[in-house]
């Protein structure tokens, strides 16, 4: 599963992450099955039924002592 950094805020009152923008770095698995990995097998115009599963590697930028405002 190959992760994607986001930047973003973390409320602690309701410990809900935001994330703001993705910074462009990529960590890559190395799995010969995952869609977003370089090592991913099919050539790219092949259409596959691989799954692109990848997770966000969340980095806080700024943190807050109360809760986000969807969660008040």
Known sequence: ???HE???DYYRGCKH???RYYTGEKTDC???TCK???A???P???SCRCQAVSTDKRRVQ???QTKHPDCQ
């Open 30 to 32: 190395g799995s010969q």
């Open 62 to 64: 700024n943190m807050y």
């Open 6 to 8: 986001i930047i973003g």
């Open 40 to 42: 991913h097998i099919h």
């Open 44 to 46: 790219p115009t092949m």
């Open 36 to 38: 977003t990995s370089t």
């Open 1 to 3: 599963m190959c992760e």
């Open 17 to 19: 992450f935001h994330g």
